[in-house]
């Protein structure tokens, strides 16, 4: 049945079945007939509730225009900016922030009690003076032994006085390192580390006031031994040496009893046991030696000398045949120095990793 014979309620809704007896025909109509009728209807108004058809528009091949909206406008486009080049920004580096008055008071009451703590448990303690005096004894007592056993009948005696009466560094050198293992290794021993990096947390402070007080205990006794026993060279076994080099190689020597008390301080630090420490620092100073001994080849012996601590070190006691040493005075003492440099960045490291 045409949609136009339907009743009014039902012309809207073609989902409906059909009355009874009633069969819808399914076939389109033909398209042209359809579209005829379609714009009849609209030519002639017969559908009051659509507007008329628009004017159907003829495609054009411009571009400009498109088929349906008409004319084209195109979008406004900015010119394109050429990159300009930026002004190059340096790294500059930032200011250094200073400490205030009082920050500074702080660290330096810090600093103040982490010393008067280590002074009053290295002077406190009973084998300290055995040992402070244990250097001066084993010092000048060896070099005195070796002066008076060298026969000298002339005005001036051949040889290096200066270095011959210095000889009681090589023992007095073991001497200062026992001191300065036991004031690290003491407290390991009877568990005094514990208390002491609890009341002081600062543990590279604690070191570092460590390192102050025994340089401090070992200057003035090296200073009198070494003094002692350059005299005695010179007095017993007179030579024709400048004053200069005999200061050079006393304060050297002060300088390198110094430096072992650091190494030994380190060593004792990183191992944590007195006794271990100390076969550690004498083993690392009489190694070298021993080894440059054996060695069968001269070239291998210097290297050994010249690496060695201690044959390295004393080097800067000779007054006389420089050009045949295997190493320079100061820069045998800087190789000492860096074993001791090394020793303590050891020990900082190694305090900083553990628990105590």
């Known amino acids: 049945m045409s949609r136009d014979l339907l009743p009014p309620e039902r012309r809207g809704n073609h989902d409906l079945p059909p009355p009874p007896g009633e069969h819808r025909d399914r076939t389109p109509p033909p398209l042209d007939d359809r579209a005829g009728s379609w714009e009849a209807r609209h030519q002639r108004g017969t559908d009051p509730g659509r507007l008329p058809a628009a004017p159907r528009r003829t495609p054009t091949t411009d571009p400009q225009h498109d088929l349906t909206t008409g004319p084209r406008d195109e979008p406004q486009r900015e010119p394109r900016r050429e990159p300009t080049a930026q002004p190059r920004h340096e790294l500059t580096a930032e200011p250094r922030r200073e400490l205030t008055a009082e920050q500074r008071r702080g660290l330096a009451a810090e600093w103040r009690r982490y010393l008067r703590a280590e002074w009053t448990k290295l002077r ?5 003076v055995w040992l402070v005096l244990g250097i001066v004894a084993a010092t000048v007592g060896v070099g005195l032994v ?8 002339t005005e001036f005696c051949g040889g290096d006085p200066t270095k011959t009466g210095l000889t009681g560094v090589q023992l007095g050198q073991a001497v200062v390192a026992i001191l300065a293992v036991l004031a690290v290794g003491g407290e390991y021993s009877t568990g005094m580390i514990h208390g002491t990096l609890a009341a002081m947390p600062r543990r590279t402070g604690v070191l570092a006031a460590k390192a102050v007080v025994v340089t401090a205990v070992i200057a003035p006794a090296a200073a009198v031994a070494v003094a002692v026993s350059a005299l005695a060279g010179r007095h017993f076994l007179p030579a024709d040496a400048s004053w200069t080099s005999v200061l ?5 020597s002060v300088l390198y009893l110094m430096l072992i008390g650091l190494l030994a301080l380190g060593v004792a630090t990183v191992v944590r046991n007195a006794a271990a420490a100390v076969g550690v620092v004498l083993a690392l100073l009489f190694l070298f030696p021993i080894l440059a001994a054996a060695a069968p080849d001269p070239t291998w012996e210097r290297h050994l000398l010249q690496v060695g601590p201690m044959t390295a070190g004393l080097a800067v006691q000779a007054t006389t045949g420089l050009d045949k040493l295997p190493i320079g005075p100061w820069a045998g003492l800087a190789v000492t120095a860096a074993w001791a440099v090394g020793a303590l960045l050891a020990a900082v490291i190694a305090l900083e990793a553990r628990d105590a």
Do not use: S
Not at 146 to 153: D, G
């Open 146 to 153: 070796v002066v008076l056993n060298i026969p000298c009948t």
């Open 248 to 252: 050079r190689a006393t304060g050297g």
């Open 124 to 128: 406190t303690a009973t084998e300290t």
